[in-house]
């Protein structure tokens, strides 16, 4: 069969223009993942997962404690391989062994601690450990670090112990030590769990741009509802399943599900709802702003 580069090319050969899907950066199929536990027997971490995550998507992934999220992260960057089912990461399978170091190069992860995170006494010398690990010749590695620290707005700290930094500039090094590496998806598993209100900001404020602006495919693990508000899409797990997946915003509207999955409902929403309960029709706020806004409507409609 003849290849057309574009669709266009195609219909002036008089070939019936056909939209080729692009590759998914994840896709899961059936997954199920299973540890062996001494006391607990077989857990199923994962239990039947099918999930289609697109190139340039920002998705958070919602979940009481034990509900499957890292171990779906691990499945990602092929730390894990499925016990059933299948991961592809931009159409690499993660069962295949050869394709492991390309997927992990590609699917970068950033973990809670951040004090876990730095291994070297120097930022620049942490930022350039992930790129020297996967063989980037030593010219390149400069400019991968001045643009990674760039990138998380950090260059100034190029010279700095990390151990001095704050929780959230800490976690901006891990991000650039992973961006350091080019991948083309960041997963973040709770990394913003251990940080004060300006770390989160700030780690929440560089993950936004790395999306916006270099199209990065991030996947954002949380427990903190607000996060989950300035992603693109929801997932929530429950027992290793998929059990909800919309806009935060429609999953928020579902306040009664969630609280099934032991979550709660970002604070300005579950405002929002009690003051529905208690006769005031505010509709839906999903922040502060939106918030004062419907109830200063309310108020003055009497
Ligand atoms: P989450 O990140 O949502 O808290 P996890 O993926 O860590 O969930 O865990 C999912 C389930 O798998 C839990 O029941 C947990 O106890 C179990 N689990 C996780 N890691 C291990 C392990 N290394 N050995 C045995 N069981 C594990
Ligand atoms: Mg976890």
Same mark, same amino acid.
């Given at each position: ?135 980037? *010749?030593?010219?390149? #590695?400069?400019?991968?670090? =001045? +643009?990674? /620290?760039?990138?998380? %707005?950090?260059? @100034? ?25 080019? *991948?083309?998806?960041? #997963?973040?598993?709770?990394? =913003? +769990?251990? /940080?004060?209100?300006? %770390?989160?900001? @700030? ?100």
């Amino acid at each position: 069969m003849e290849e057309f580069t574009t669709v266009s090319e195609a219909a002036e050969e008089g070939v019936p223009a056909q939209a080729e899907a692009p590759v998914p950066a994840v896709r899961f199929e059936n997954v199920k993942y299973t540890y062996d536990d001494d006391e607990e027997g077989t857990v199923f971490a994962v239990n039947g997962v099918t999930l289609t995550i697109r190139a340039g998507e920002f998705v958070a992934v919602l979940g009481r404690n034990g509900s499957g999220k890292s171990t779906l992260a691990k499945l990602i960057n092929a730390l894990l391989r499925p016990t059933e089912g299948k991961v592809t990461v931009f159409g690499l399978d993660t069962a295949d062994a050869k394709k492991a170091f390309e997927i992990r190069k590609s699917a970068g992860m950033v973990f809670q601690n951040p004090d876990n995170q730095t291994v070297a006494s120097v930022v620049e010398d942490d930022v350039a450990f992930g790129p020297e690990n996967i063989g980037v *010749p030593r010219e390149e #590695i400069g400019e991968r670090i =001045t +643009a990674a /620290l760039e990138a998380v %707005g950090m260059t @100034e700290f190029r010279h700095a112990t990390p151990s001095r930094l704050s929780g959230g500039q800490k976690q901006r090094i891990a991000i650039a030590g992973v961006l350091a590496i080019q *991948p083309k998806i960041m #997963i973040l598993d709770e990394s =913003t +769990a251990m /940080l004060d209100p300006k %770390g989160r900001r @700030e780690v929440m404020d560089v993950v936004k741009k790395l999306n916006k602006e270099q199209g990065m495919t991030v996947i954002l693990i949380t427990h903190f509802m607000e996060e989950a508000l300035e992603a693109e899409r929801a997932v929530v797990m429950h027992r290793g399943e998929v059990v909800m997946d919309g806009t935060p915003e429609e999953i928020f509207a579902r306040a009664d599900e969630l609280e099934t999955y032991n979550l709660t409902l970002p604070r300005a929403a579950y405002i929002c709802r009690r003051l529905q309960e208690a006769g005031m029709p505010v509709g839906n706020a999903f922040n502060a702003e939106e918030l004062a806004e419907a109830i200063c409507a309310s108020l003055q409609k009497g």
